[in-house]
């Protein structure tokens, strides 16, 4: 959902990245406001998508409640856009397991996180300029990625932290251990020869972890990324409140009927949260990547995915969209207000419709406007939603695929109302 720089990045990590470049980056809005009486939606046409709303279930497992609580750990972690605004190119990922670490914290931690039990964790990160991957470009880019673990307890967390960074700075000979400024017990190391910064600190149940790079090595400017980022995001965990690990499966599906309003993948069938592996790259800092379906972001979380569109008078702890359900590579948004939400959807509108071929307007839904993208990679179709507070986005591989699916999402929100 960040078109400018975020858009892009967060359409490639939702699921299949080369579709979703173009379809997060590519929806957009035609003016409106929400009904103050039930509009008819008899003219819909939904084809097999239904458009009624599905009960939450209540048949939680520890499974999905390590993956729900690595949802709710994005509230208790900084968006690198507040440590320095260059770091625009970025995206989030969920950890629910030890596995899930690879590629974003190094291999040789999995086993250490294993033994250690960890229980959630939640991964995001930002750059200046990224490849064709999204990746930063070492000795290019300036970078900071923000990992945070939970294990059991402190003891734990403090013990997996030693752990990792003794078998992280033994990987190489060229190591060399890095104090930082004001944190006399964070865990530092890097190599003279390369400009990045590996930064691994103890707090609480968690181990907090920083990938610092920068296009030079310039070792003063990393650890002052380092310091800045430990200052605002230590206290930010402190406020957060984790499930007790013997609740996790306990942890309902939904937040304030965020996945009830969302278009489901299949019509009656409720989408229970999951991970996917995008990028199965084990580099530690920018592999690992996945995309997560069937979850509701809070505030913060959302934020991380919507903050370059929707910054604009908005404080950091007070983003514009204050939810955001993904389902599949679809999205819904909540914002603060109508208002904001129309001049959210009118936004991306305008900047939209220079990149895409607009189509004509779905029958009997007042604020859809769909485009076919002009992609060379692959050729799809996608819609934008808008009913009141809520925003929504569908994609499809032909038009009338995709005029239904907007039509049942639209039905959804009339009737979730």
């Excluded at 969920?94 to 250690?116: Q, S």
Aim: hydrophobic share 40%; aromatic share 8%; proline share 8%.
């Amino acid at each position: 959902m960040r078109r400018s720089k975020r858009t892009t990045v967060g359409a490639a990590v939702f699921a299949s990245a080369a579709l979703l470049v173009g379809v997060l980056s590519g929806c957009d809005s035609v003016s409106g406001t929400a009904e103050s009486t039930a509009p008819d939606l008899s003219g819909l046409d939904v084809g097999a998508f239904g458009g009624e709303p599905i009960t939450e279930p209540h048949d939680g497992t520890e499974s999905y409640g390590r993956i729900v609580e690595s949802v709710r750990m994005a509230e208790g972690v900084l968006n690198p856009y507040d440590i320095d605004p260059a770091f625009a190119f970025g995206h989030p990922s969920l950890l629910p397991t030890p596995g899930d670490t690879t590629g974003i914290l190094a291999e040789v931690a999995r086993p250490v996180l294993t033994a250690r039990g960890m229980i959630s964790g939640y991964t995001v990160g930002g750059a200046d300029r990224v490849d064709a991957s999204f990746q930063p470009i070492i000795g290019q880019s300036k970078s900071l990625r923000i990992t945070v673990v939970r294990l059991p307890d402190e003891t734990a967390a403090r013990t997996a932290a030693m752990e990792i960074e003794a078998a992280d700075f033994a990987v190489s000979l060229d190591n060399i251990g890095v104090p930082i400024p004001k944190y006399g017990k964070a865990l530092s190391h890097w190599r003279p020869q390369l400009p990045t910064l590996g930064v691994t600190v103890a707090h609480g149940p968690y181990v907090v972890t920083l990938f610092v790079t920068h296009p030079t090595t310039d070792l003063p400017a990393m650890t002052a990324i380092a310091t800045a980022t430990l200052d605002a995001e230590l206290p930010r965990l402190d406020r957060f409140v984790p499930t007790p690990a013997d609740k996790l499966a306990a942890l309902p599906f939904d937040t304030d009927g965020m996945l009830r309003r969302a278009l489901p993948s299949q019509p009656g069938h409720w989408p229970y949260p999951s991970i996917t592996a995008l990028d199965r790259g084990t580099i530690a800092g920018y592999g690992g990547v996945h995309g997560a379906s069937g979850v509701v972001y809070g505030a913060s979380g959302a934020d991380q995915w919507t903050r370059e569109v929707s910054a604009e008078g908005a404080k950091p702890d007070h983003p514009v969209v204050d939810r955001m359900a993904v389902v599949d590579d679809r999205w819904l948004l909540r914002l603060q207000d109508p208002v904001r939400a129309r001049k959210y959807f009118d936004t991306r509108a305008a900047e939209f419709a220079q990149a895409d071929e607009a189509l004509p307007a779905v029958q009997a839904v007042p604020d859809a406007t769909c485009f076919r993208s002009r992609d060379n990679r692959m050729q799809f179709f996608y819609c934008q939603v808008l009913d009141g507070r809520y925003l929504a986005n569908v994609y499809a591989p032909d038009e009338k695929t995709v005029r239904q699916m907007a039509a049942a999402q639209y039905a959804l929100l009339v009737k979730t109302r």
